[in-house]
């Protein structure tokens, strides 16, 4: 779940609440959040901007994560279909797209063989074909925010 910081207008509150989603245990969260933070500092040292998250174990420790809050619209909002979207369009979401494609396969199997988990996603086909992950974009890619400059900015992966 995800809430405002109070006092904080600029901050997110995360919490992996296991009481909230049966399938969750305290395994599986600390999985979660080490790979949130992995990929965080994957993402960010590889050119993709993200929403910072703050580094302090205390909370981290409690799964609590205080993120940065980013102003702007979801990529689905900006982009309701992709498929007709036209390259060149927004020349920064086609670079984020670009550099994207360099490291799917890596984040597939960073998920797999490190974390033990496979992120999936359905297709859309009458079998509800699901498909290995490696970036999660999110309900309707809500976790790409196009800020006020067209710049892609990650708030979740």
């Known amino acids: ?12 509150v995360k919490v992996y609440d296991m009481s909230l989603q049966g399938s969750l245990n305290s395994e599986n969260v600390a999985l979660m959040i080490q790979r949130e933070i992995a990929m965080e ?6 050119g993709f901007n993200v929403a910072r998250i703050d580094p302090n174990p205390a909370l ?6 205080i993120q940065e809050r980013v102003v702007g619209q979801s990529l689905g909002k900006v ?3 992709p498929a007709a979207y036209k390259p060149g ?3 920064k979401l086609d670079g984020f797209f670009k550099n994207l494609d360099k490291y799917d396969a890596d ?5 797999q063989n490190r974390f033990e988990f496979q992120l999936t996603q359905s297709g859309p086909t009458p079998e509800s074909l699901r498909v290995i992950q490696g970036l ?4 309707r890619r809500s976790n790409i925010v ?3 400059q067209g710049t892609p900015i990650l708030i979740d992966w």
């Open 1 to 12: 779940r995800v809430f405002n910081l109070p006092g904080h207008p600029d901050k997110v």
């Open 41 to 46: 500092n994957f993402l960010a040292a590889h």
């Open 60 to 65: 981290i420790s409690r799964g609590i994560i």
């Open 79 to 81: 982009v309701p279909n």
């Open 89 to 91: 369009s927004l020349p």
């Open 107 to 111: 984040f597939r199997a960073l998920n």
């Open 136 to 139: 999660d974009y999110g309900g």
């Open 146 to 148: 196009i800020d006020g």
